[in-house]
Structure formats: structure tokens, C-alpha cells
């Protein structure tokens, strides 16, 4: 069975700082591109960047520029979301994704998930 396994998360005060890191199990991340999502809640799961297959080139929301950034470590099997000058809006789960050769946004589309990290961000 494929696993990814997110970890890292945890409790920050506002303006930490927490390295997510997501692991990949059973199947190489070499053709995947990888995505981060997070769920807030009650709120749907939203995603909020990724980075392509070959590492080339990341997308990021909008309201983490500049605060988030993504990489990853294909000798690692491993995925990392940096995050920077963290607001209590940040807080929610996070959930890494892998898609076959392409970064998808869509729930649907994605092959596999995680199980999910939180991180909450106290005033």
C-alpha cells in the first residue's frame, strides 16, 4: 500500500516558523508532482502549492507568497513545506498530495494523500 506520511506539525506562536515534511512510501516521487492542501475548520480543503515533478517550478496561494516555500528531495522520497511568519489564519490541517507527472490543485485528481498534519497558530 502507497503511503505518505506528513509530519512536522505542531503548536507556533504567531510569527514561527514550522518545516512540514512529507515522506513517500512504497513508490518514487521522481514522476510525481507534489502539492500541499490544508484544511482549516470548517472550511473545505483548499490547496495551497506544489511543486512540478522535476522540481523546477513551484506555484503557491496567493496568501502565502512570501511566507511558504516548497521543495523537495527526490534521493529523500520526501517532500517539505517551510513556513514563515505563521498567522492563526494558518492553522488547519495540512495534507501533502502526489499526482503523476503533474501538480494538481483538484481533490479529485490527485493519486495519493496523506493522512494529514496539524498546525495550529496561537495569537
Known amino acids: 500500500q502507497v503511503h505518505l506520511v506528513e509530519s512536522g506539525g505542531g503548536l507556533v506562536q504567531a510569527g514561527g516558523s514550522l518545516r512540514l515534511s512529507c515522506a513517500a512510501s512504497?513508490?518514487?516521487?521522481?514522476?510525481?508532482?507534489l502539492g500541499w492542501f490544508r484544511q482549516a475548520p470548517g472550511k473545505e480543503r483548499e490547496f495551497i502549492g506544489g511543486?512540478?515533478?522535476?522540481?523546477?517550478?513551484?506555484v503557491l496561494l496567493e496568501s502565502v507568497k512570501g511566507r511558504f516555500t516548497i521543495s523537495r528531495d527526490d534521493a529523500k522520497n520526501a517532500v517539505y513545506l517551510q513556513m514563515n511568519s505563521l498567522k492563526p489564519e494558518d492553522t488547519a490541517v495540512y495534507y501533502c498530495?502526489?499526482?503523476?507527472?503533474?501538480?494538481?490543485?483538484?481533490?479529485?485528481?490527485?493519486?495519493?494523500w496523506g493522512q494529514g498534519t496539524q498546525v495550529t497558530v496561537s495569537s
Open positions: 498530495a502526489a499526482n503523476r507527472w503533474t501538480v494538481h490543485g483538484s481533490l479529485q485528481v490527485n493519486d495519493y
Open positions: 512504497r513508490f518514487t516521487i521522481t514522476t510525481y508532482g
Open positions: 511543486i512540478t515533478w522535476n522540481g523546477g517550478s513551484t
